[in-house]
Structures are given as C-alpha cells and as structure tokens.
C-alpha cells in the first residue's frame, strides 16, 4: 500500500520531496496499513504490526519531522488515533496503549497499557482532542480525558477522568462505530441511529440548537436515514448513509459543511453537491471535509484549504465539493483508494496501484472495520462443528460474550431484507424472529452451546438497565423469550422468566410503555407464545406458592402476574389481538371455590386465613380469572365482609310503593356505610314477604326506573341513543347524585340488576379510564357523527365554513364554554381538528360534570365496600349492573325445571305455546314478574334457570299464576285448558305491579 499526503505539515521525513505543500505528495511504502495525523503528529501503523511515530521539531529553523518507533512488548498493533497531546494504539489482541506527548531524547515511543480495559477486547478506539472514546467487543463504550463540554457523556461536575468510564446510557445499543471530535463525540448503532454529546457552541450535535449535552442525545432528523459512518471534526460532523448520501451539520465558517455557505447548521443537511454520486467514504479534518467515490476514483473536498489541504495547489476555501481528479492522477481509476484519513489540517490516502483493490476490509475511515460480537451463520456454524476439546475455551469466551450482553443481542438476528432494520422506531422492532428460530435449531441439539447460553443469558438478564435510551436496546426482551424454548428443565424456564420479569418491572414508565407498543406490534403468533410462556409460568408458581406459602413464593407468584397483567392491558389497548381467555389462570378460580367451600362447611375462617390473604392479594391481577373467577372474587369479598360485619347491624329499608324514591333516599341520608356492610333487606308497606333477594331485586327495579325517569330531572336524556348522563356542574345543588351513587353501588353489592341506562362511559370512568369519541358516539350518536366527520373531511374550505371555534354551549344556562383558555378566539382548522375534538369529548364526560360525578363515584364506593368491583372491566362491570338484553327464549325453555310437572305435563305444553305467543314485550315482563327485573343477570340466558312448581290447588282455574321472585318459582296452577291458562297468565303479566302478584 502507498500513501498520499497534502496540508499544513512539511513531509520531507516522511520520505517526500517538498515543493508546493498544496500539491499532494507521495510516500510509496508497500507496508503502510493505518494512519494519522493530528496537531502535527503522524502515526503509521505498517502491516507487520509496528508503528512508527513523526514528531514536530520544535526548532523552527528545522521545520522537520524525526521518525520514532512505537515499543509495544509482544503485541501487534492494529491501528492508532491521535489527539492534540496523545496518541491511543490498539493492538490486535483487543488492547489500548496510550502516550500524552512525545518523547524529546529516545528514539522510540513507549506506551502504557490502559487500565480497566481487559473485561472484553476493544475493537474501536477514536480521539478528539483531550478525551478518549474506546468500544468494547462486548458493545460496551467507555470514555475518559477532558470532559469540559460534557464529551464524556458524564455531567460537567466532574471535569476530568483518568481512567476509562463506561458509559452506562448507551448500554443495550449495538453501536457499529464511534468518533470524536474537537470536543463532542458521536456513536452509530447497527441500525443507523446516530447519537451525540458533549460541546455544542456550532450546532454539531445535530439537536437543532447550541447547548452542550452531557449524555448521549438521538440526532432525531437522521432517524431511517441509514446512517452507516460518521466523522468529525473541530466543530462540525458528517455522516455517510448506505445510500451513499452525506449530511453535515455544525459549523460551516470555512464551507466545510458543503452547502456553498459558511453558516452553521443546527441540524443534518443533505449535501446536495453530492446527491446522487453514491459516496462511498468520509473524513473530517479540523474544518474540512473529504469524500470518497469508489466506483469513479472521484475524491471530492470542502472546507479550509488555506494550508493547501484540499490538493487543489490553491490557498483558499472552498464552499462546495469539488473532485480532485485533476490533480491527483490515480483518482481517475476505480478502486485504487483503500482509505482516506483527514486530521487537523492535513489530507491523506491510503491507495494501491492494482485496479479493483477490495474494500470491503476497514470501508470506514478511522475505523478498525471490526464489529461487536454479534451472532451470524458462520461464527454459530463453527460454534457446532468445532471439536468439544479443542479451543474450547476460546468457543466458552465467544458465547459468553455474545449473550452476557445485552447490545450483542440487540445487534444479532436484525431484519435485513429490504433494510427493514433501519426503520427501527417504538413501533417497529428490525429483528428477523425467524433468524432467532434458525439459531434455536441449529443449536438445540448441543448441550455444551446451551448449557453455556443459559448461564450467559442469566449473567445479562441481571445487568440490564432501567432506562435503555431507545427501541434498539429493547429487542432482548423480545429474543430472550424465544431463546427460553432451547430450555428444557421448567426450573431454568422459570428462573430466566423470572429475570426477564424483574428486568421488564424495572423498566422506567415510558420505557416499558415503548416495550409493550414493539410487542403488540409483533405478529400475532409470537405475542401468543410470549403470552402463553408467562401464562405457564404463572401457573406453576401457583401451584408453587399454594404448596408452601414462603415470601419468595408470592414475590415470584405477583411478578409473573403483573407481567401478564401488564400483557392482557396491552392487548386490550389493541382491540384483542388475542382472546382473553389466553391469559386465565383456572387453576386459581379452582382455588377459590375449593377455598370458599370449605369456609362455608368449617364456619372457620381464621383456618384459612393465610391461603385467604394469599387469594385476595391476587384481585390486582384480574386478567387471569374469567368472568366465573372474577364473580367467586366478588362473593368472597361479600362473604368476608359478613364475617366482619358488627353483629346486630341492621341494614333493613321499608319503602312505599307511590314514594319508592323519596323513601330509598331518606333510609340512604340516615344509614352509616357500616349498615351497607349487610345484606338490603327490603319490604314494600302493606305487603307479606320475605326479602331473600326477590324483593331486593324489585326494589331496584322500581327505584331506578323512578330516578332515571325524565320527570325525576336528575340526569340529563339523550333521545337519540336513550341514555343518560350527569347534568353540568351547577344545575343541581343537592346531594340526588351521591345517593344515585349509593343505590348504583348497593344494587352491585347485592348482585342485584339496576337497569341504570348509563352509558359505558360512566363505567370507564369509574375504572378510572378515560372516555373517547368511541363514547361520544354511544351517548350522543348525531354529536359523534359531526365529530368523526369533522376528523374525516379532507377540505380546508369545507371546515372553514363551519365556522367553528373552541367552545361548546352550555346546556344548563345557554351560556358559552370554552374548550380550551381563549377559546373563543381560537378557530377551528385542518390542524387542530383533532384536538378540538379531544376537548369537545373531555368537555361532556369530564371537565362540566367534574364535581357531579365525584359525588356519584364517591356514594358508589360507599354502597359497595368491596373493592373486587374493581377486577372487572368497564363492559363487565357494566354488564353485572345493568343486566343482560340478549334474549333466548328457546334456551329459557330448555333451563326450566320442575316440580310436580314434567316436560310432558299437558300444561307444561300449553304454558310454553302460550308464552311463544307472547310479544317481546310481554315476555320481557314475565321475566319481571319472575325475578323483579325484565334483564338476564351477568352469565346471559344460558346459565339462567327458573322453577315451574304445581302447588296442587283444587280449583285451579281460579288462581292467578303467581311467583317467588327470591327463588326463581313460577307457582303454575293445573288449568283445565289452554284458554284457561292464556287469560290468567296475561291477567298476572299486566297487572303484576300493581297488585304484587310477584
């Protein structure tokens, strides 16, 4: 290899005859492998893995360099960088030697070994002027010099390090290679996303403003870019894309940005020039820039040129990128430049004189050209093939470091095709699963690779971070699981499941927020597998737990739970990409009726008292019970408040019929919420009967027809969709809303159906999630429909004559409410539609009905004390109140049972063909007059049944039909004919209400 040079410093040392520093000199040395230059030190490294080093004189008169060699006992050095006062040489074992200044007397340069270097091999070094940055094989980064400007990526308070920091806000990224500049430094991961850090004075960060940064920012406008190398200089920095692209940003006082202006530039800018030439390297000097075209031999340069580095023999700056052909006779040849180098002031190129001279080896300038430790075919291939005996050790060290760590991970298995993993962002992971399948196969026959990958993957499981600065270093969290199917012994699944638990636990609000949107973004089959691991896993640490209830136990039980909690929320917020009956865990729902039955038969809670408490705990996990589960948690938590309930409470409400409101709420302003702890016992003046739930049920059946009722004005109607909702603040000023609440609450505390015509929002709302227009839709369907057309309409002009602005009327006065602060004078537009929307809908559900629905939610609480209410979700909860109106007659038929009547008794024939004859209507009221409500409890009609009992009356023709709403008994008189049967049936179904019938 030859060498090629041109700039500020004489050359004559450097085996080159000096005539015009402008014009570019040669040094035809066929052993030269690295180079460089900085502050008029030039390090050559040759390929016999020897450097030697030119010193400046410090005598002007001499104006010379004097050659030194580089003493580095029994390594081979690989490559070097130079600062302003030291020189870093890497060595090809993996190790960093540096010297701070040159020796004056000896002749050759002794370097001391790095200390705190030696946990994994370094593949990358670069240098700005007082700082260092080091990259490990293992993906770690480290740090250490000056640290000013924050270029260490530590805070200013500590001004300096004399040894090598890890950077730990980088740890989990893939990074594909480091530089340093001036004062800040640059990284680039595997999937081009670039960070920077440290001074910031021009703009060279790229973050679109000049404050220094003392922790690693993404350069955001270079996201999807496909940032493949970066390079920089004092105050400015370039990338190069796969694209052959080039962006510079920073300082452009000299025109080394490019852009034919000496601005600065705050953010990436496409250097136009260069569009379309496919660049294939860059270099940064102090303040010029250098670019490569390997497949025309086209060197292009930019910037400062008054030390004649841009080879063109002038002394001037140049604002654009202009080739250098014209000068430098080989840059007419494809190919021939193998690297190009820019430091300080000075200009250089590594070329060889054989046409087509590869460059796929060290592509990137001041760069090694290796890569961390990242899995691909070949290295697992030799993995497999090597001999069990035979660099053992050596194998032992390579799986450890690949999955001991986390940016290892992250960079292997990336989805390559069509460059998908460049895409990488909080909804698009980049990594190829079924590259992790191939790797499972290949390898899961090897107990050696296994056995070492579990130990190593549980070495990394306890290091990761609780902040991984982006997606990228989130991806082992989504391998790691798929690497658990090489496990085959449940104790390492469910050791390395616990890890991953607590690693993901740990994750910061917003980062595991970024974690669970990768994972719902994945395809369905592998968020089934993830699910159904932990689902698996939850199962056996229950089954664990109930066998010896340690701390560890239940510790191990609630973090495998709140993971799949946090699985079943994240598939909810996606519309069920899975059903829900994946994340059930029957064995606990088979625990509690066991449980439950036992307490009842016993009477002796305190026996169970442990395994209770251990039950109870799990309401905070409700995505594992279905709804039969989460209705057995509800009746525990009733029949638990009976045992603590003080004896003699009395939570008995007499009510008159023609004043079943004013009564309900006179007993409620009187009772203690202690009272509510017992069962309603309800009874209706001047009528007979036992309140075993019949009366119960008929109670809130009138009451809440009563409250809900239009004259009654205490919720506002919707006609449209025939629902209700709280009037706004200020209409009412009594204390209906907080009793609404307690009769809401006491009907879900008695497993009673209140068929409050509410919409799901209030349910949500109580659940404490937010309504959307989804809702809106539901409550007010003509306001939800101009609403979504607002958000549809595709024409400026079309929402400019609405003429809306940021207020709604107010329904209680005429009066006008803003939306938002001065929102009269804020229109509506193209640009803001969707957040006039979001105000409009926050406005009816939240903002006007603020304090109305506080005291709802507040007397709600207080009718239902027991807080397993809050294990179901709004649709349930709604469901369990309201009732049913999914109507199955046919399946009505086929529940009923009897007593002193069969299936094949003449008037059991007659009464279901009467009652198929029935309108809807009038079936609906036989259900009321059977149970006390015209609604199917939660279950629907097929866990509904009833009795048909004979009461063996001897003139039965006389008799109405009447009903034990308590038990569900239909007392059916033997009627002599079908006629008969007809008119006493409808007589009952008509006037049932007003006479009591039921």
């Known amino acids: ?415 390559t095709s069509n460059d998908q993993h460049f895409k990488t962002s909080p909804v698009e992971l980049g990594v190829d699963m079924s590259a992790v399948n191939r790797f499972i196969g290949k390898v899961k026959q090897c107990p050696y690779i296994l056995n070492q990958v579990k130990k190593s993957v549980k070495k990394m499981l306890e290091s990761l971070t609780d902040s991984p600065i982006c997606a990228e270093a989130l991806r082992v969290y989504l391998i790691v699981p798929e690497l658990l199917r090489l496990l085959n012994e449940e104790y390492d699944i469910s050791l390395l499941t616990d890890l991953l638990s607590n690693a993901i636990l740990q994750l910061k609000k917003d980062k595991r927020k970024m974690f669970v949107s990768l994972l719902i973004a994945f395809p369905t089959s592998y968020f089934m597998m993830f699910v159904n691991l932990y689902q698996r896993v939850s199962k056996q640490c229950f089954e664990k737990t109930v066998d010896e209830c340690s701390e560890n136990n239940v510790n191990q039980l609630k973090m495998t739970l709140q993971i799949l909690q946090i699985l079943y929320q994240a598939n909810l917020d996606a519309g069920l990409k899975i059903q829900e009956q994946n994340f059930y865990v029957p064995e606990v729902t088979l625990a509690f009726k066991d449980l439950r039955d036992r307490c009842l038969q016993l009477r002796n809670w305190e026996e169970f008292k442990n395994p209770m408490l251990l039950l109870l705990s799990l309401k905070d996990f409700p995505c594992i019970f279905d709804m039969e589960g989460k209705l057995e948690m509800f009746e525990l938590g009733n029949a638990i408040a009976l045992q603590k309930m003080i004896p003699g409470m009395d939570n008995s409400l007499p009510v008159r019929r023609e004043n079943i409101l004013q009564d309900a709420f006179h007993f409620l302003r009187r009772s203690s919420p202690n009272n509510f702890q017992a069962p309603l016992q309800v009874s209706f003046s001047r009528e007979q009967g036992i309140d075993q739930g019949g009366l119960s049920q008929e109670f809130f059946t009138l009451v809440t027809k009563e409250l809900c009722a239009p004259e009654a004005n205490i919720f506002k109607h919707y006609e449209d969709s025939r629902l209700i909702w709280f009037h706004e603040d200020g209409y009412r000023t009594g204390d209906e809303y907080h009793l609404a609440g307690e009769i809401c609450g006491l009907a879900l505390y008695n497993r009673c159906v209140a068929d409050f015509h509410f919409p799901l929002a209030l349910y949500k709302k109580l659940l404490n999630i937010r309504p959307a227009l989804e809702d809106m839709h539901e409550l007010s369907p003509t306001e939800g429909r101009c609403l979504q057309g607002l958000l549809d309409e595709d024409y400026d002009d079309v929402i400019d004559r609405l003429m809306l602005d940021f207020t709604k009327l107010s329904t209680n006065d005429g009066s006008v409410a803003e939306l938002i602060p001065d929102g009269e004078a804020t229109p509506v537009t193209r640009h803001n539609r969707k957040q006039y929307v979001d105000a409009y809908v926050d406005y009816v559900f939240n903002s006007s009905v603020k304090k109305n629905f506080e005291d709802f939610a507040y007397g709600f609480k207080k009718g239902c004390s027991n807080v397993m209410w809050a294990m179901f979700v709004p649709v349930e909860l709604m469901a369990i109140i309201h009732g049913n109106t999914v109507y199955d007659w046919e399946q009505l038929e086929k529940n009923a049972k009897y007593i002193g009547y069969d299936v094949s008794s003449e008037v059991i024939k007659n009464f279901w063909t009467v009652f198929h004859d029935l309108s809807e209507e009038m079936k609906k009221r036989f259900l009321a007059f059977l149970t006390g409500s015209d609604r199917i409890p939660v279950g629907g009609m097929e866990k509904f049944t009833f009795t048909i009992c004979n009461q063996g009356f001897l003139y039965s023709d006389l008799f109405y039909p009447s009903a034990n709403t308590c038990a569900r008994i239909l007392y059916l008189p033997c009627y002599s004919s079908i006629e008969a049967l007809r008119i006493r049936l409808q007589h009952a179904l008509q006037f049932f209400e007003e006479f009591g019938l039921a």
């Open 1 to 415: 290899m030859n060498c090629c040079c041109w700039g500020e410093s004489d050359c004559a040392d450097f085996g080159l005859t000096v005539k015009d520093q402008c014009f570019p000199l040669l040094y035809k040395k066929d052993t030269i492998y690295e180079i460089s230059f900085q502050n008029g030190n030039l390090v050559i490294v040759l390929r016999n893995g020897k450097a030697i080093t030119f010193e400046e004189q410090e005598s002007l008169a001499q104006q010379r360099h004097k050659a030194k060699v580089v003493a580095v006992k029994d390594e081979t050095i690989y490559t070097a960088v130079s600062g302003e006062s030291h020189v870093l040489f890497l060595t090809r074992a993996g190790k960093v030697y540096e010297f701070m200044r040159f020796p004056k007397k000896s002749k050759t340069v002794c370097p001391r070994l790095i200390p705190n270097l030696q946990a994994a091999p370094i593949i990358q070094i670069a240098c700005g002027r007082h700082h260092s940055l080091a990259l490990s094989q293992d993906g770690k980064l480290f740090s250490w010099g000056s640290n000013t400007f924050g270029q260490l990526g530590i805070t200013k308070e500590t001004a300096s390090l004399s040894s090598p920091h890890h950077l730990v806000s980088l740890e989990g990224i893939p990074l594909a290679q480091i530089s340093a500049g001036g004062a800040h430094s640059v990284a680039v991961s595997l999937s081009g996303t670039v960070f920077t850090w440290g001074r910031n004075n021009a703009g060279q960060l790229g973050l679109g403003s000049t404050e220094d940064e003392c922790s690693p920012n993404i350069v955001k406008s270079l996201e999807s870019k496909k940032t493949i190398f970066v390079s920089c200089g004092e105050e400015h920095t370039a990338i190069l894309t796969k694209d052959g692209m080039v962006f510079t940003f920073g300082a452009g006082g000299y025109g080394q940005l490019g852009h034919n202006s000496s601005r600065n530039e705050l953010k990436p800018r496409l250097v136009a020039e260069l569009l379309g030439v496919q660049v294939s390297q860059i270099a940064c000097g102090w303040y010029h820039t250098i670019a490569y075209v390997c497949t025309t031999g086209n060197l292009y340069m930019f910037g400062c040129g008054l030390q004649g580095q841009l080879g063109n023999r002038k002394r001037c700056n140049q604002l654009v990128p202009l080739t250098t052909k014209k000068y430098i006779r080989f840059c007419k040849v494809p190919n021939l430049i193998k690297r190009i180098h820019a430091g300080g002031n000075q200009s250089m190129i590594i070329y060889s004189e054989v046409e087509n001279c590869s460059i796929s080896e060290g592509q990137f300038a001041n760069s090694t050209g290796k890569r961390i430790a990242i899995l691909n075919d070949t290295t697992v291939q030799k993995w497999i093939t090597s001999p069990c005996d035979k660099k053992k050790n050596k194998r032992k060290r390579e799986i450890d470091i690949t999955f001991s760590s986390a940016s290892c991970l992250n960079g292997s298995f990336l989805e």
